[in-house]
């Protein structure tokens, strides 16, 4: 008897689950649900507090301002000196005498050292005599042609010579003159090879002068640069050795490629500074685009996604995620070109920890 009732029982069972249920009633029925779950889980958050996954989260925040915001070209270049010369002997000799030392500072003009100019002297000496004999002999003639003594050609003959020879002596001083080797500019000795005893020789160099008060800034810069640096362009000078740096302006750029190396060379003026060395290493910052009122935030705010880039700002307590367009970046800060205006308050660090909607405190 058990057992037939068992089988009667499976056999509702299965015609009851075989009937189609009605789509507005099931409807109803997990509304109803939803309804009872939600009213439960209302309960339980007033009697346990707020939700872990909805905590305050710290953070820290950058507010966005307008910023002038450059982008530079770095090149590296080295110093060199406005006026860096070899001194060469205009005369060929021996050296008789040095009279400055390495590292000395000399003025344009002074000498330097001297080749001998023993056989030159002693010819203008013999000059001088005859000199000395015809200006005599000028004088008494013209003593005798202003009391009309005389004839014009005498006069003249012995004026002619007086002048001749002095004329021969003004040769030999500036020959002289090239047997002293000066200075053509002012500044420091900084190669001194010549010696007393040396033969030297027109085009043999032996000395170097600089003057390190006039200095520059050099460097080549590849040629697919050429439309973005120009002369006056702002540029910063940096000085990795020493260290230091400075700001100022291109003072040349030029027009003309080099055909061997593709590129064209610039030149910076630099101030008088004792640091600064000629063929020292130097880093040219030069600005190829300026934008005097630029979005600039930190690159590291920033995040990807498939879509694009966002950052998370911070609306009314609570994050949110904002797409944006970002531009160049330089020395860590990124041009926003838009989805970020002036005032918004973006998250730099804790931004892995935060959701959208997420309760944040700064």
Request: charged residues 25%; contains cysteine.
């Amino acid at each position: 008897m058990k057992r037939i009732l068992f089988i009667a029982a499976i056999a509702i069972l299965a015609a009851c689950s075989s009937e189609k249920k009605d789509p507005k009633a099931e409807l109803a029925d997990l509304k109803k649900q939803r309804t009872e779950l939600d009213a439960k889980i209302a309960k339980l958050e007033s009697t346990v507090g707020d939700k872990d996954s909805v905590s305050t989260k710290d953070v820290t925040v950058f507010e966005v301002k307008q910023t002038t915001f450059n982008n530079y070209v770095e090149i590296q270049g080295k110093v060199d000196a406005e006026q860096n010369v070899q001194v060469n002997p205009e005369a060929q000799g021996v050296v008789t005498r040095v009279y400055v030392s390495i590292g000395q500072t000399v003025s344009k003009g002074q000498v330097l050292a001297q080749i001998d100019d023993n056989v030159l002297r002693q010819s203008m000496a013999q000059l001088q005599t005859q000199i000395d004999l015809a200006t005599n002999l000028f004088n008494r003639q013209k003593n005798l042609w202003d009391q009309k003594i005389g004839t014009e050609v005498q006069y003249l003959n012995a004026k002619t010579q007086k002048e001749g020879l002095e004329r021969q002596m003004n040769v030999l001083r500036s020959q002289q003159a090239m047997y002293k080797i000066k200075a053509p500019i002012s500044g420091s000795i900084e190669q001194m090879d010549l010696k007393v005893g040396q033969a030297v020789a027109p085009g043999v160099t032996g000395i170097r002068i600089v003057n390190g008060n006039i200095l520059k800034a050099k460097a080549q810069v590849a040629e697919s640069y050429l439309g973005k640096i120009s002369q006056g362009d702002d540029v910063k000078v940096i000085f990795p050795d020493i260290p230091d740096s400075l700001v100022t302006k291109v003072s040349f750029a030029a027009k003309v490629i080099d055909p061997s190396s593709r590129s064209f060379n610039i030149e910076v003026k630099l101030p008088s500074n004792a640091k600064y060395r000629a063929n020292m290493i130097v880093v040219l910052k030069v600005v190829d685009y300026k934008n005097p009122k630029a979005i600039v935030i930190p690159v590291s705010a920033i995040q990807n996604a498939e879509n694009g880039q966002y950052v998370i700002t911070v609306v009314d307590g609570k994050a949110k995620r904002t797409t944006i367009k970002a531009g160049r970046t330089i020395d860590g800060k990124t041009e926003i070109l838009s989805g970020l205006t002036q005032g918004d308050k973006i998250v730099t660090t804790g931004i892995d920890d935060i959701n959208e909607g997420d309760p944040v405190k700064y």
